[in-house]
């Protein structure tokens, strides 16, 4: 039923009625030519990170069954991790509203992470231990598709970052994932968490460009509601187990974003790369 | 004369003295471990970018004689290009001084561009012709040697340009010229130009290391000088060509900074990379 109802929100090249080849073929063109133009004007593909490049959840539960071998440690690490990354929200809420002045995502994962040794009885970790489990944020893997994805929208487009993640922590993941991003923009430069303005709006200000020349891409629509509001363009990628099997969220619906794709080659096919 | 005063400054593999072949290998490797010791702690290498990594002077001077060549001017470009030049440190210390606000590089570049249409009697360049001609700094040619020695260094450590140009100009510097950067650092991120103490610190902070684990890497001693102060880890790289044939600088003694190096693949001969 999700798979049904997501297949016919894509916006092009899946779901052509069967008018013979021709017209599927003009139709086809057409609804390109469309995307074309709806892309024409953009320079820079700003993307959020966490859940949409990477896989968090499968890198953090993979580091944390390694580091429970070591430490025969006996936790459930899908839950660690969805526990990690539920409080990641609230973390970055106390600095938006003011509680807690600029910090570092790594240092909001670090207390986030605290309190879990805590809650999940984990013992007997050294200081060098932690420091080194929470920056497995650092090294998360990314999508089977994410780095050809982008070296083929690197063609075309300036490709950043536009992460919560703080400056370190994206360049490391990109050495460690091999992303081909053109420059690392963060959270960090303006001292602002997404979906603070200021940080969809620093793209266009640092390349000289008007809102809509820069497009978001995420798999969040929440992420992409705040920068459509700021007039960028925006692009929808479908990351059906970030969440883990079984908890794929619904996509939107045609037209509520300016491309939904199902993934970043899909993504470069539709935007002509 | 210089060439040779240059050679006998260098700190490894061009004058050993001839004891033979075990004594040279000796020496060869007792030099090699105290500049892999010297380095040892170092894990960001932060690169000056104008005449350091691309030859400004050759391709602004490439590109005004196409301009002219196009629109039919008679231009010293040479001297265009020096004058340009010549406009950049005092452009930025009105900005560092306080009589101007912060400004982009860009748009300093553009306001010396400006004045020196009109001195040397350029008339009948476009605003588009203009800002064109204004980004050239943005397609400036690398050293024959930077891509090759960056792609030795970026094994061992995280590479960052730190550079008062703008950020917009490096990231299109860096995607015209393939220069492989992990990040982008800009003096634009703290809105301070070198030599102002918080653009050489601010890669510790974001990296969360100490100044000495960050290797300032530049042409130009006066840049390494203020590194050197907030304890920044130093190499010197030769550029003899950066103000034209015959105008190369004296390198400086050895031991002034901790490398002292011909070009990039000689730094990454000396880290060991």
Wanted: glycine share 6%.
């Amino acid at each position: 039923m999700k798979r049904r109802r997501f297949l016919s929100t894509l916006a092009v090249g899946t779901t052509l009625p069967v008018l013979g080849p021709f017209a599927a073929r003009d139709a086809l063109r057409s609804r390109e030519q469309t995307a074309s133009d709806r892309a024409r004007a953009v320079r820079v593909l700003a993307f959020d990170t966490f859940g949409t490049v990477v896989d968090w959840r499968s890198s953090v539960i993979a580091e944390g069954q390694q580091l429970g071998k070591t430490k025969g440690l006996s936790v459930d690490w899908a839950a660690f991790a969805d526990a990690w990354r539920a409080g990641y929200g609230p973390s970055m809420n106390r600095v938006r509203k003011g509680d807690l002045p600029w910090t570092k995502l790594d240092v909001l994962h670090r207390t986030t992470l605290d309190g879990l040794l805590t809650k999940f009885n984990v013992d007997g970790l050294s200081e060098d231990e932690k420091v080194r489990f929470n920056r497995v944020w650092h090294r998360l893997r990314p999508w089977p598709d994410s780095v050809d994805g982008l070296k083929q929208l690197r063609a075309r487009f300036v490709l950043t970052p536009l992460s919560n993640g703080n400056i370190s922590l994206l360049t490391n993941m990109a050495k460690h994932a091999q992303l081909p991003w053109d420059c690392i923009l963060s959270a960090e430069v303006v001292r602002h968490y997404k979906p603070d303005p200021e940080t969809y709006l620093m793209v266009a200000d640092i390349f000289d460009l008007k809102p809509s020349e820069v497009m978001m891409v995420a798999a969040h629509q929440g992420d992409l509601d705040a920068a459509q509001k700021l007039g960028l363009k925006t692009a929808y990628v479908h990351r059906p187990l970030e969440y883990g099997p079984g908890k794929a969220s619904v996509p939107p619906p045609a037209g509520r974003f300016d491309f939904v794709a199902k993934d970043f080659r899909d993504l470069a096919a539709q935007l002509g790369t």
